[in-house]
């Protein structure tokens, strides 16, 4: 594969033979956090106070700096307890309108659309909750079955606020990331992955299409060292 910077698509896709595209989703294919994009609906909708979008940002930048990981993140969201199901697919709906679909690299949009029409197993794997990627997997086309996020809990039809298991980030979406893949019987070696965040660097070096996609700095720089693809999309 041809090594080193690309602003289109992909700077060599016939070399991309990958079976499988495992894709994160903050920065790497949205062009924001989803996160502090729910906080901002949620609160807009008079359903969180405003000091909750500090609280959010402090998570993100803790991840975006690579301190995050799914035993020092909160299990307990309290902010979104008594929340019906309904109402956070509503909530995730109207983030997905205002903020998802402008908020889109198309770049990312053509890659997924071309590696699905090869027969490639496009995954998304991501720290968000469920709810809030459901709305773009939809779009993507990508079955819940190859949706890999952060799952909550729910008590008749009520959010309890509870993280069910661990948050999708760092070795744990490795891990659930890694058992897909086994599942479908696609080793390794004929999976790419695309993400923008250092945290995800244990999945990056045992697959064998690395892609750093829009990277921060400590991903950039690893991926220069290693002669990973480096992709950044406008």
Not at 30 to 40: E, G, V
Not at 116 to 139: E, K, M, N, W, Y
Not at 197 to 213: C, N, Q, W
Request: charged fraction near 20%.
């Amino acid at each position: 594969m041809n090594r080193g910077f690309s602003t289109a698509p992909f700077s060599d896709l016939n070399a991309l033979q990958a079976r499988a595209a495992v894709f994160d989703v903050d920065y790497t294919i949205l062009k924001h956090s989803s996160t502090i994009a729910f906080a901002k609906t949620a609160i807009r909708n008079k359903l969180l106070h405003p000091m909750q979008l500090l609280a959010s940002a402090k998570l993100h930048l803790q991840a975006r700096l690579g301190l995050a990981n799914s035993e020092n993140l909160p299990s307990h969201l309290p902010f979104l307890e008594g929340m019906s199901r309904e109402l956070l697919d509503e909530l995730a709906e109207e983030v997905f309108l205002r903020y998802m679909v402008k908020g889109i690299y198309p770049e990312a949009i053509a890659l997924i659309r071309e590696l699905q029409s090869r027969g490639c197993l496009v995954i998304l794997a991501t720290a968000s909750l469920d709810f809030l990627i459901s709305p773009l997997a939809a779009f993507l086309h990508i079955p819940s079955s190859h949706v890999l996020t952060t799952h909550l809990g729910y008590e008749k039809g009520l959010c309890t606020g509870r993280v069910e298991g661990r948050h999708c980030i760092g070795l744990e979406k490795l891990h659930r990331a890694a058992k897909l893949l086994k599942d479908r019987r696609i080793p390794n070696s004929s999976a790419a992955f695309f993400t923008d965040s250092i945290m995800d660097l244990g999945m990056m070096i045992r697959v064998g299409y690395p892609v750093a996609t829009n990277p921060d700095i400590l991903l950039r720089r690893k991926a220069k060292r290693n002669g990973w693809e480096i992709l950044l999309f406008r």
